[in-house]
């Protein structure tokens, strides 16, 4: 068996390849095997999976790639992930893909996917919108009209079908992957030194650049590992970090906020991996009607989502309470409007409730932490002074 230190730093050499070796090595193994990308926040990559296909998160360059083509594509007063994602785009790092995936997250995102077309990046580029309405029979079908659509994107590439056993099969292997995901952040809520939040990242967002099975065994690697003690206990307070479900934070960021004394015990860094709340139905006679079911019945709450019968406020005051946490930390990407427009609304919640906060903005490849430390820092010995 592993160190965890082995497989950290394994997973953070994943995590930020900005090249995707593993994916493309994996899709060379096999001619009917394809690369689709996909941008953050959620996409049931199920049915990827399902038609020999590999769906690989996209969650823009960090502070690992300089940007300069993908200034002249955006304004300045939008936020930072296109910029990178189109510099990938008009250099090598997207050649081996086969399709683009487009989550309707916002403006910007959808305005990307239309980028791509022009280029030509790709042999697809589907905008791929979400129901706004949760009834079943509306909401629902909306989004098996839109999973289908995929499904014939893929199958022009590789004639593979989708198999209804090939179907549940996937799904079963992607609920044991969120399973494992929720372990681990079940352990770090009562023993948070064990696993840092950094730490935590890693070993989450390498799981968008390989093979679920893969991933899979890596997890089930950390969690054993976390039965025994590591690290060292120390006198921070817990928070949630709420804001960050799209452009992702620096590390340094992450690094900055456990340094002034914070233990990360939940966040939105890569929600995707755990947007569903519930197992989705793995002996279905209709894999697309369960995906469905479990979007519209078992989705969390995020500002990319608009749900008048889901309080976004009511629900994070719950996840404040489940992980005995003692503030809040609203941290989103500079410009990004749904969560900039969600925030107002989620710390009326939180006052209402008692529960602390305190906010701040970032983009990708921020490269200045101090005043954030302080910030955070001061957060945590006021709550350790004063709550």
Not at 306 to 322: F, I, M, P, R, T
Request: with cysteine; hydrophobic share 40%.
């Amino acid at each position: 068996m592993r160190s965890l230190e082995q497989i950290i730093q394994q997973c953070s050499e994943l995590a930020f390849d900005l090249h995707f070796k593993h994916a493309v090595n994996w899709k060379n193994h096999d001619a009917s095997r394809i690369l689709v990308g996909y941008l953050p926040i959620y996409f049931p990559r199920e049915i990827v999976h399902a038609m020999n296909g590999l769906a690989v998160g996209i969650m823009g360059t960090g502070d690992r790639k300089q940007i300069i083509k993908g200034d002249a594509y955006y304004q300045s007063y939008i936020c930072h992930l296109p910029r990178g994602i189109i510099e990938m785009a008009l250099d090598t790092n997207f050649e081996n893909f086969d399709g683009f995936i487009f989550p309707a997250i916002c403006d910007c995102v959808r305005n990307l996917s239309g980028m791509f077309k022009l280029a030509k990046k790709g042999k697809f580029q589907r905008y791929f919108d979400y129901p706004q309405n949760f009834n079943p029979s509306i909401g629902g079908q909306f989004y098996i009209q839109e999973l289908q659509k995929i499904v014939d994107d893929i199958y022009k590439i590789n004639k593979v079908t989708l198999d209804t056993e090939k179907a549940n099969s996937s799904i079963s292997l992607f609920n044991y992957n969120r399973q494992l995901i929720e372990e681990i952040y079940s352990i770090r809520q009562k023993y948070p030194w064990r696993l840092s939040a950094v730490e935590s990242y890693y070993m989450i967002r390498s799981g968008l650049a390989i093979p679920v099975e893969e991933h899979n065994l890596i997890l089930e690697e950390v969690v054993e590992a976390l039965q025994k003690d590591r690290g060292e206990q120390m006198d921070n307070i817990r928070v949630i970090i709420s804001g960050s479900f799209c452009e992702q934070p620096p590390i340094g960021l992450i690094k900055s906020i456990e340094m002034a004394g914070c233990y990360i015990v939940d966040d939105d860094f890569m929600l995707g991996s755990r947007w569903l709340c519930k197992p989705v139905d793995d002996t279905s006679a209709d894999p697309l009607n369960a995906l469905a079911n479990s979007f519209i019945t078992s989705s969390t709450f995020s500002s990319a989502i608009y749900d008048e019968n889901n309080s976004k406020g009511k629900k994070l005051v719950q996840l404040v309470k489940d992980r005995n946490a003692e503030g809040v930390i609203f941290s989103a990407a500079s410009f990004c409007d749904p969560a900039l427009l969600d925030r107002p609304n989620l710390q009326k919640a939180c006052d209402e409730s008692g529960i602390p906060h305190i906010n701040f903005q970032y983009h990708e490849n921020t490269g200045q932490f101090k005043v954030i430390k302080e910030q955070a820092g001061t957060f945590s010995d006021s709550i350790k002074l004063w709550a």
